[in-house]
């Protein structure tokens, strides 16, 4: 039985007792005017019971069951950071409206009975938004006098900042197979976290009936077992979740902007979707891009041809990082090694492009 039944069950029968017994009140106050009313305490009793029960039966999961899973529910979406400082900042209000409390008494009445009373709302209120709100400068305070030297807490800061740090991972950047050996380099400080919807989406395309997507899936299922077994590289797969959205991609995002922090994917839409909404984004193809070998015009490089290009005469080789390399007169070289001048450089979005042509032309 699921909690709302017990729960309608139960209100059902209290609410129920409580119409019997306000029935029976009122039907008592009825007889003693005997003209006021023709019902019985009986008929009292029992048409307020009824009402109750069915009073308790419809509306009782709305003040019980459903407010207690709105609050596991928006529970489950703060990180631990975030309820630290609250229970902190809360704890810290209510030691100084407790302090204050006693002052207060001491003012003339109603102002006497009333303001100790509105001194813990207010300053149990104003602790939690100060310490959510501050809550990155307050932690590395406290781990600044932690580690024993607080005058050079800027600089422990800056050197350890990616200690705290969290990087949510896409489905698509798992099964791209990249981010192990990325990983692996040190260019990702902090912990990576796979909630645990991207990984039923990474199950869902493993178990496919398409061949292509059933690999894919597996590919990244291996790669992110890789991950684990690593001891430098700290993933953590979480059951936090987002309410009222379906689509992975939008759950990311919303929950990137709860944890603030970046999301690690390689997909192209939620990379645009997540920087409209102000959401860091870290994309494994610009990374890609920016690594690759910087060339001048003017320079020269070693190429192998390895076939012909779209226009006449053209060779197209590639490099060791996958940039393509169009050689003009280069069609005779084709399966050929040879040295060629970079003529021109081409940025595009799919990454760069470089146009040379053979040396001894």
């Not at 019980?64 to 609050?71: E, L």
């Not at 944890?259 to 409209?276: F, G």
């Not at 610009?286 to 390895?306: D, F, H, I």
Request: negative net charge; charged residues 20%.
């Amino acid at each position: 039985m699921s909690a709302d039944f017990i729960a309608r069950l139960i209100g059902m029968i209290v609410f129920a007792v409580l119409g019997v017994y306000l029935g029976s009140s009122l039907g008592g106050l009825a007889e003693a005017d005997p003209t006021a009313s023709s019902f019985t305490v009986e008929q009292y009793a029992f048409t307020i019971g009824l009402v109750g029960a069915l009073f308790g039966l419809i509306l009782t999961p709305f003040f019980t069951t459903r407010p207690v899973r709105g609050i596991r529910a928006l529970l489950g979406r703060l990180s631990a950071q975030t309820l630290s400082a609250g229970l902190v900042g809360l704890i810290s209000g209510l030691i100084i409206a407790a302090l204050l409390s006693f002052p207060l008494s001491l003012l003339p009445d109603p102002f006497g009975a009333v303001m100790p009373f509105l001194g813990v709302l207010f300053f149990g209120y104003l602790g939690v938004a100060v310490f959510v709100m501050r809550q990155t400068d307050i932690f590395n305070l406290f781990g600044s006098f932690r580690s024993g030297n607080p005058a050079v807490s800027s600089l422990s800061t800056g050197a350890e900042y990616g200690e705290g740090r969290t990087i949510l991972l896409d489905t698509s950047v798992i099964i791209d197979g990249r981010i192990a050996d990325i990983a692996r380099t040190g260019f990702l400080p902090g912990s990576l976290l796979i909630p645990r919807f991207v990984l039923n989406e990474l199950q869902y395309i493993a178990d496919s009936s398409d061949s292509l997507r059933r690999q894919r899936g597996r590919r990244g299922m291996e790669v992110l077992s890789a991950l684990q077994k690593e001891p430098a590289i700290p993933v953590r797969i979480s059951d936090i979740d987002v309410e009222g959205v379906r689509e992975v991609d939008d759950k990311l995002v919303i929950l990137a902007r709860q944890l603030r922090c970046p999301v690690l994917t390689n997909d192209y839409n939620l990379n645009r979707i997540a920087e409209l909404q102000g959401v860091s984004v870290l994309n494994v193809n610009e990374l890609a891009n920016a690594v690759k070998s910087v060339l001048l015009p003017g320079e020269t490089m070693s190429v192998r041809v390895l076939q012909e290009g779209k226009e006449s005469n053209q060779g197209v080789g590639y490099m060791e990082d996958g940039t393509m390399v169009v050689v003009e007169n280069g069609r005779d070289y084709i399966d050929q090694e040879i040295l060629v001048v970079v003529t021109k450089v081409l940025q595009t979005a799919a990454g760069r492009m470089i146009f040379a042509r053979p040396e001894d032309r």
